[in-house]
């Protein structure tokens, strides 16, 4: 086939612009001929082995097309962005204009046989309505659900399109219902196709048995991941010993906030900042617990990442990963119940000290854990593992590609 991946955002960095090269990488191996069309800022580029820059089309948010940082999906990105919400009337529709110029644009040069696109937001219901006549799937995230209920007037306006679109595929069966529920869109004509994890980077090697025990957190600099909750709590550990790591980069006001919290630590966290898939992999095999204490999740990749490395986990009860990690009794995975929220990803002011007491006890029995047995149970970590690798995951996708081209055909 020939593939028309788009996505409105960096290709690289955050989840879905992961998940975009794993579908790329297997898609190509398979034979299938991929073209891309994403939003660009500053010096990026991407991988020439990956693709060849003449299969690209970039959107350039640098002056060149737009005047204005790319909005992320999310309203707190790795990297310097706008906010949907915040974005005029004017900037909103030179923003769709631009995109339906490129995918346009794509679709004569490269002829595609189907379009992929990533997010139930405005490029794909753009490349929906641009596009009527061929194959069209899309990939939801999650976090283009949380841009709705924060622009609930917008993301109404693009139901009527996302219904057009051949196949959506979700993360969970819980996301399913929730895009069913908030665009009116048929359960039948939603599949549930999950995430991966690369299995020649991400694997098990011996843990190091000298303290202190290493602790790993891989994502945004965030409130909505959970990091200031998190740093917070490691203040009430006393006399134990560990080691954090924190991976990923942030923007504004609450990466500072998360930069001056890890500073009170002195050499106890260190900050790499965003870090290339095989230098994080090479974090997660020395590391001996991964913590994802996020508010607002829909099936984060890095879970399967870090338990694939050998990783015990400590993360939050979201229902996405209830669906994937709930039935574990194993003490290689440590789930958290979190209140009721105030907003889509942020706990009531008042819950916040319980929420650090909770966080520093169950962090506090973890490393005690390892402190008594430093290697994992391997045999928990290839159960949890397994059905997950990304050739595993694009044997779903492929299929659900067959199931939009002969539905075309009807």
């Given amino acids: 086939m020939k593939i028309l991946h788009i996505i409105s955002q960096i290709p690289n960095f955050t989840g879905s612009g992961k998940y975009l090269q794993a579908i790329m990488k297997c898609a190509s191996l398979r034979g299938h001929e991929n073209f891309l069309v994403a939003g660009i800022q500053g010096d990026f580029r991407l991988d020439s082995s990956l693709i060849h820059e003449e299969n690209c089309r970039f959107i350039r948010f640098d002056g060149n097309d737009l005047d204005f940082p ?12 706008s906010v949907f919400s915040q974005l005029s009337g004017q900037q909103l529709d030179i923003y769709e204009k631009t995109f339906r110029d490129v995918i346009l644009r794509a679709v004569q040069t490269f002829q595609p046989d189907i379009l992929h696109s990533h997010h139930l937001w405005i490029a794909s219901a753009t490349g929906r309505d641009c596009v009527p006549d061929l194959p069209m799937v899309t990939t939801c995230h999650s976090t283009c659900l949380r841009q709705f209920s924060l622009c609930a007037p917008l993301g109404r306006t693009m139901s009527p399109s996302f219904r057009k679109i051949d196949r959506i595929m979700a993360l969970s069966a819980f996301q399913k219902e929730e895009i ?12 549930v196709v999950g995430g991966g994890y690369d299995e020649t980077l991400f694997y098990h090697t011996r843990k190091s048995s000298a303290e202190p025990v290493e602790l790993l957190y891989a994502g945004k600099l965030s409130r909505s991941k959970g990091v200031p909750w998190l740093l917070q709590a490691l203040r009430q550990l006393g006399d134990v010993s560990w080691m954090l790591h924190l991976a990923g980069d942030g923007s504004g006001a609450e990466k500072q906030l998360c930069l001056d919290l890890a500073e009170r630590f002195g050499s106890k966290v260190i900050i790499h900042g965003s870090l290339e898939h095989a230098q994080l992999a090479a974090l997660m095999r020395t590391a001996h617990i991964f913590i994802l204490p996020s508010f ?41 119940d979190i209140p ?71």
């Avoid at 790319?70 to 962005?81: A, C, F, K």
């Fill in 296 to 336: 607002s999740e829909g099936l984060p990749l890095v879970l399967m990442e870090a338990l694939a490395s050998g990783c015990r986990l400590i993360t939050t009860s979201l229902p996405g990963i209830r669906e994937i990690l709930g039935g574990v009794t194993s003490g290689m995975i440590k789930m958290i």
């Fill in 180 to 191: 069913a529920n908030i665009h009116g869109i048929v359960p039948e004509q939603i599949e």
């Fill in 70 to 81: 790319i909005p992320g999906m999310s309203d707190v990105m790795p990297y310097q962005s």
């Fill in 340 to 410: 009721e929220l105030e907003t889509i990803d942020a706990p009531y002011e008042k819950d916040l000290h319980s929420l650090e007491d909770l966080l520093a006890a169950v962090l506090r029995d973890s490393i005690e854990e390892v402190a008594e047995n430093r290697e994992p149970d391997m045999e928990v970590v290839r159960q949890m593992t397994a059905g997950y690798t990304w050739n595993q995951v694009f044997d779903k996708v492929e299929g659900v590609y067959k199931r939009a081209l002969q539905q075309k055909k009807l």
